[in-house]
């Protein structure tokens, strides 16, 4: 039930299941729509410096003024079709979010660090976990990994990229191994089975096994 409006500056009451009303809706909606879909592509292209919004975020120049009216902490959906990029931004160091993607809290998220390290951050205390159909395959958390897959690979190495290793292969070992590490030789006799290297391509076999 449309009302009559005269003057400028007149309020006009519109019947809500009327056309009339079902469209100003919707032209409400869509315009908020982009106004989120506007805040996320400059939020993406790091445009953070002044203008404040709703929920204190601030953002500058065109940015600003949907920020205004739109809240970020608002969900915003969003569809990267062609990827999403940062530019040439260096973290200033490997716990360091403010330039790339903040997960939750300032401590748990991803970097890009000087000597192309891609960093990946998880709270004090906390752990990652690899999940395979939805299950918790591996954890790792500080100084330890807890799998419940198989490793394969030649070699496995323990104590940064100088420690032991532990290798194997049908024949004695004979390659130049840190001290300690371990070689299995497949199919050997006993005594001929586990070596345990000396440095500079030397190994022990040990006895009884």
């Given at each position: 039930m449309?009302?009559?409006?005269?003057?400028?500056?007149?309020?006009?009451?519109?019947?809500?299941?009327?056309?009339?009303?079902?469209?100003?809706?919707?032209?409400?909606?869509?315009?908020?729509?982009?106004?989120?879909?506007?805040?996320?592509?400059?939020?993406?292209?790091?445009?953070?410096?002044?203008?404040?919004?709703q929920d204190g975020t601030t953002a500058t120049s065109a940015a600003a003024?949907?920020?205004?009216?739109?809240?970020?902490?608002?969900?915003?959906?969003?569809?990267?079709?062609?990827?999403?990029?940062?530019?040439?931004?260096?973290?200033?160091?490997?716990?360091?979010?403010?330039?790339?993607?903040?997960?939750?809290?300032?401590?748990?998220?991803i970097n890009f660090t000087t000597g192309n390290l891609i960093n990946i951050n998880t709270g004090g205390g906390g752990y990652f976990a690899f999940n395979v159909g939805g299950a918790p395959a591996v954890y790792v958390s500080a100084g330890n990994i807890n799998s419940q897959v198989t490793v394969i690979g030649p070699t496995l190495q323990t104590g940064g990229t100088s420690g032991p290793t532990w290798t194997s292969g049908s024949a004695a070992p004979a390659s130049t191994q840190p001290v300690g590490s371990l070689y299995s030789r497949i199919g050997g006799a006993v005594g001929a089975?586990?070596?345990?290297?000396?440095?500079?391509g030397t190994w022990a076999a040990v006895a009884g096994v």
């Open positions: 449309p009302a009559t409006a005269t003057g400028r500056g007149a309020q006009v009451v519109l019947d809500p299941t009327s056309a009339t009303a079902q469209a100003v809706r919707g032209a409400y909606a869509s315009t908020m729509e982009a106004n989120r879909a506007k805040v996320a592509a400059d939020v993406l292209a790091g445009v953070v410096s002044d203008g404040t919004g003024t949907d920020l205004a009216t739109v809240p970020l902490n608002a969900a915003i959906p969003a569809t990267f079709g062609a990827g999403i990029s940062f530019g040439s931004q260096l973290a200033s160091s490997n716990s360091d979010l403010s330039k790339h993607i903040n997960l939750y809290g300032g401590g748990a998220g089975t586990l070596y345990v290297s000396r440095g500079a």
